[in-house]
């Protein structure tokens, strides 16, 4: 089931659930639904590089880093974008999220930068924040609106 | 290669600290004692401000020398033998730290001077009396402790020293990224890791991630609050 609903999770996600986040936090249920394949995550090489900067700048520990973005691998579809120069942003630093979204035929993005989710409404796939896409995503499984998974 | 280096504190500033650390607990407790004593209400009640500028100074007092002692002793040998993206990582928090308890420092070595000041010529009671007398002599060194300590804090504050840190940790994250990008796209990457965390899943590394921030004393932002809309608050 899980496979047909790929999903762009963008690195403030991943920054915010081992970073930021308290337990419970809308973040780090995005992860852990990924864990359970409740949908998949789509993945490039600039993303996980993309990542990896920041949870390292964050602090975090690099075998950490590293077995974190090894579980995102095991899990997720791996799509390399190799040009992205044509993606319209409003942050360049955006594009190769884009871009994979746009190549992987992301359902969504999930983000918590609001360049990404206050995209005009015609953008596609629109950016959602960990919980609207939590909201959408119970939607779509048919579950209650208040299901948790930690 | 660029080296970043704490500043340094004299060792007289640095005893200053140790002073107040040190005599504190001594007169907050001499000083409850004269507060008690009814038969003299004026020096009760200087004694009640010098205990009340005490217990106060405590915290502050320490809260300062802990960073400030974690900041110069990171910035000692990892760094001058070439930088270290965790090691500038916590070099960069413990001077965040430094910097936002100086002020309290300042104003609570302020509130001792005062409060020590007024109460003495008035404490009744012989013990605080004699305490109060060797804080007296102790005071001078203190108050100049307190001014190097203010210079340090503004020559810390002009030398862009966080700025710094942070430069070369950008530029220290991107080499390493490039790196890491380097070896996932060469063909037959291994994803193997360490003993301690085979087995470890999404979840499971999410949760030791932020156990890992918290031991290293690292800030740990909240995320932002939404509403029920999924809205982001504030």
């Known amino acids: 089931m899980g496979d047909a609903w790929i999903v762009t999770v963008d690195t403030s996600v991943f920054e915010a659930a081992l970073a930021r986040s308290r337990p419970g936090s809308p973040a780090r249920e995005v992860l852990a639904r990924a864990r359970l394949v409740h949908f998949t995550p789509a993945c490039s090489p600039m993303l996980q590089a993309e990542i990896f900067r920041r949870l390292r700048l964050a602090g975090l520990d690099l075998d950490i880093v590293e077995a974190t973005l090894n579980e995102l691998a095991a899990l997720a579809l791996h799509v390399d974008v190799a040009d992205h120069s044509d993606v319209v942003v409003r942050d360049v630093g955006d594009r190769f999220v884009v871009a994979l979204a746009i190549v992987s035929k992301s359902w969504c993005i999930v983000s918590q930068d609001k360049d990404l989710t206050e995209r005009p409404p015609e953008s596609r796939p629109p950016g959602l924040s960990p919980p609207k896409f939590l909201h959408r995503l119970r939607e779509k499984r048919g579950e209650s609106p208040d299901s948790r998974v930690s | ?234």
């Open chain 2, 1 to 234: 290669m660029t080296t970043v280096l704490f500043p340094e504190l004299s060792e007289k500033a640095i005893a200053a600290l140790v002073a107040i650390a040190f005599v504190s607990p001594l007169l907050v407790s001499a000083a409850a004692a004269s507060s008690h004593d009814r038969n003299a209400a004026p020096a009760a009640r200087a004694a009640a401000r010098m205990k009340r500028s005490f217990e106060s100074a405590r915290p502050k007092v320490d809260r300062f020398r802990v960073a400030f002692e974690r900041a110069g002793r990171i910035s000692k040998e990892p760094l001058m033998s070439g930088n270290n993206l965790d090691d500038l990582t916590l070099l960069r928090a413990a001077t965040l730290e430094v910097i936002a308890s100086g002020p309290g420092l300042l104003g609570a070595v302020d509130s001792i001077s005062t409060a020590a000041r007024e109460a003495m010529p008035d404490l009744a009671h012989p013990r605080t009396r004699e305490l109060a007398l060797g804080l007296r002599r102790h005071l001078p060194a203190i108050e100049r402790g307190r001014d190097e300590i203010g210079a340090f804090l503004e020559k810390l504050d002009a030398s862009g020293l966080v700025e710094e840190i942070d430069r070369v940790r950008e530029a220290l994250a991107e080499a390493e990224a490039a790196a890491y990008l380097a070896r996932i796209s060469a063909p037959g990457y291994n994803y193997a890791r360490p003993e301690y965390l085979k087995g470890k899943d999404l979840v499971e590394l999410v949760d030791m991630a932020r156990e890992d921030l918290i031991a290293k004393g690292l800030p740990l932002p909240v995320e932002p609050e939404y509403d029920d809309e999924g809205n982001e608050l504030g």
